[in-house]
């Protein structure tokens, strides 16, 4: 994979496929550990990055999947110069096993996920993702269903203060609703900036010292609900535990605590960290079961100074990795979790 995965915001800039920096490029390496004949799928393709070291690393093949149209596209010279050992699909990852099945690479050595929004989708205005450059109000990654001007100017303030608060962690919500709401009333949103504006006026302006937007926050909420990000998490994490054979390797990359305690908490569960009678299980789920994935490391990893001088927006990337054992998957109605 991967363009380099970033917050809500953006550059602005141009010719951003060839300045994409593959975020802890050499921890997913080391962590993956692709061999010769192994068969791995990138789950989030993106500009390619992550797909290109593996395949340079082995001689293996690698299936790559990525919701965003524009990125399969971009995609095509990568696939011809390493075919045949690359294949790149316009799919969902939470839909990895599937295709995998599809596509004959099934059982899988190897999963890799790099999560988020990349810097190649938040470089380009009219993608909407950007509250520093000027765009349509969309944040669709595949291009289709309900885009982020849709919900700010259809939903009732309460929903819209929840998905703030929720997606966003952004403890004024309440009051960016407020404002939201009321703009619309007199003319409905349909760029990026003046959403910005509304949401930086409701938190009182932004002052030229202030290093942090006032609508980051709300920004990465429409974006993880407009394209359910974090449901195509769990979905995909649950996919990976189906389609990996025993010995092979999961390996995510995540860039914000509600991403990171999502992996972290799969893990515990599927490697039986968490203890019965855990505040996690209910009551009847204090069963015995054989762990399905064993953690490889216990904190997540995280950048080195060497690469944040580089890509600064790489301090918030965090690694997670499992190997999957010989158990059959899990289930809810076994683990008593998702």
């Known amino acids: 994979m991967t363009p380099r995965r970033e917050g809500p915001g953006g550059t602005g800039t141009r010719d951003v496929r060839s300045r994409h920096i593959p975020v802890l490029l050499p921890q997913v390496l080391e962590t993956l550990r692709p061999r010769d004949g192994e068969r791995i799928i990138d789950g989030t393709f993106g500009a390619g990055g992550y797909t290109r070291a593996i395949l340079e690393a082995a001689d293996c093949s690698v299936l790559a999947l990525d919701r965003d149209p524009t990125a399969i596209a971009g995609g095509a010279a990568l696939v011809a110069e390493f075919a045949p050992r690359l294949r790149v699909i316009q799919s969902e990852f939470s839909n990895l096993d599937a295709v995998a099945e599809r596509e004959g690479f099934s059982p899988a050595d190897g999963v890799v996920l790099d999560i988020g929004v990349s810097s190649m989708q938040l470089d380009e205005a009219e993608r909407g993702f950007s509250f520093q450059a000027d765009g349509p109000l969309d944040m669709r990654m595949s ?9 700010v100017n259809t939903y009732e303030e309460t929903a819209i203060a929840d998905i703030l608060y929720q997606l966003g962690e952004e403890h004024k919500s309440r009051a960016i609703a407020r404002a939201i709401v009321k703009r619309r009333s007199e003319q409905a949103f349909a760029r990026t900036l003046e959403l910005a504006e509304v949401v930086a006026r409701a938190l009182g302006g932004r002052r030229h010292d202030q290093k942090v937007h006032p609508a980051t926050r709300t920004f990465q909420a429409l974006r993880i609900y407009v394209n359910d990000e974090l449901g195509e998490l769990t979905r995909a994490l649950h ?26 908490q799969f893990l515990a569960v599927r490697s039986g960290r968490v203890a019965r009678g855990s505040r996690y299980l209910p009551d009847n789920s204090n069963q015995f079961y054989t762990p399905s994935f064993q953690i490889v490391n216990r904190r997540p990893l995280t950048s080195e100074k060497g690469e944040l001088d580089v890509n600064p927006r790489a301090r918030s990337a965090r690694l997670r990795a499992a190997v999957r054992t010989e158990a059959p998957p899990l289930t809810d109605a076994v683990t008593g979790i998702s």
Do not use: C, M, N, Y
């Open 143 to 151: 291009g289709a269903g309900l885009s982020a001007a849709d919900v």
């Open 239 to 264: 996919a990976a535990e189906r389609i990996l054979k025993p010995g092979g390797r999961l390996v995510v990359v995540t860039f914000h605590s509600l991403e990171d305690r999502i992996v972290k």
